[in-house]
């Protein structure tokens, strides 16, 4: 049975039933038990926005509390992967990576390689990403493609509630290092969610609406904000193909070629800075490998390469928009037009 839950709660859902099924996996993290027992408190805080709410009743010391220390308890998560367990890291916000990055990048993410394939390391580190809540420069980034140019990790972005259970489910049971971005501004964004446990493969973009006259691919919050070109731009008779990528590393790059090689135009939307982004990534293997297929020259849209504002008037500006999204489009068009 389906229902409509929030992205948030579809989280939570993910952890416990995966929690229920399976005794391996165990959750660690800052106020993630909190004032759970103390007088007056009968539930866990739930870590900074209560996503795990609820889960230290149903699950009791699997969920651990640990100090203001990343590098402790990320570090101590992939050594428990290492030994047989299954921990799933709530880092409070991307931006924190910072502080456990090199136990990431140098330990986690080799670990197979470097053991010749027989070591398997199956952690999932939750974190919050992007903006859209004036949470400013050091609580807002979009930091993906950092570990999408690592080898070794697993990184994933879901758009809406539906993904994101099914794509969380993936990641608990998978035996790599993954990293699971949560778009902070989404949490409360509901879709038709299934009761029942069920895993969304990682590597297959999803193409969430269908087009003949130009391809939008993006992730995350952008999702919501390309399908709002879409419509815009439908009013005028252009049928733009918008694919949710879903996961970053894998990257379904045929999906995007075909819808490519169909429409003959690519607009790349991502919330990262402009320098290096999944943007850049995708327009470069689009013209290496597809180049004779368009009809016009890319679009790419990402904020300006400044850090995110804090001023909530500034932030709606840096982040892309609909209205942004649905002008490189008619951009691409006009260029075929012309051309």
């Known amino acids: 049975m389906s229902r409509q839950l929030t992205m948030k709660l579809a989280i939570n859902e993910a952890i416990d039933q995966e929690m229920s099924r399976d005794p391996t996996v165990i959750m660690m993290g800052e106020d993630i038990v909190g004032g759970a027992g103390a007088s007056g408190e009968r539930d866990a805080w739930g870590g900074v926005l209560g996503l795990s709410k609820g889960l230290y ?8 509390d640990t100090p203001l220390s990343e590098a402790a308890y990320v570090g101590a998560a992939i050594g428990a992967a290492t030994c047989g367990l299954r921990p799933v890291a709530e880092l409070m916000f991307i931006d924190f990576m910072g502080v456990c990055f090199d136990q990431i990048l140098n330990q986690a993410a080799k670990f197979r390689y470097m053991f010749g394939g027989k070591a398997e390391t199956p952690v999932v580190i939750r974190a919050m990403v992007g903006g859209g809540f004036s949470a400013a420069a050091q609580h807002s980034q979009m930091l993906t493609p950092m570990f999408t140019h690592v080898p070794g990790l697993k990184v994933v972005c879901p758009s809406n509630a539906y993904d994101a259970k099914g794509l969380l489910v993936q990641a608990i049971r998978d035996n790599d290092p993954v990293i699971f971005c949560e778009h902070k501004s989404l949490y409360a964004s509901k879709s038709e969610v299934p009761e029942e446990l069920y895993a969304i493969p990682f590597g297959k973009a999803n193409i969430v609406r269908e087009g003949k006259d130009a391809t939008i691919v993006t992730y995350g919050m952008m999702v919501p904000r390309s399908l709002e070109a879409a419509r815009a731009l439908e009013k005028e008779g252009v049928e ?18 075909k819808s490519v090689e169909k429409t003959g135009r690519l607009v790349v939307v991502d919330e990262a800075s402009p320098r290096c982004n999944i943007a850049t990534d995708i327009s470069a293997q689009v013209c290496q490998q597809i180049f004779g297929a368009l ?5 790419m849209v990402s904020p300006p390469h400044v850090p995110v504002p804090f001023s909530n008037v500034l932030e709606k500006i840096y982040l ?7 002008d490189a489009v008619r951009k691409t068009m006009n260029a075929a037009a012309t051309a």
């Not at 009743?57 to 651990?64: S, V």
């Not at 733009?240 to 070629?257: G, N, W």
């Not at 009809?295 to 679009?299: A, E, F, L, T, V």
Request: net charge neutral; no cysteine; aromatic share 0%.
């Open 57 to 64: 009743a149903k699950h009791g010391d699997r969920l651990i």
């Open 240 to 257: 733009a193909e918008v694919i949710d990528l879903r996961t970053l590393s894998p990257l379904d790059i045929d999906t995007v070629l």
């Open 295 to 299: 009809k016009s020259g890319i679009q």
């Open 320 to 326: 892309p928009s609909g209205k942004q999204i649905a």
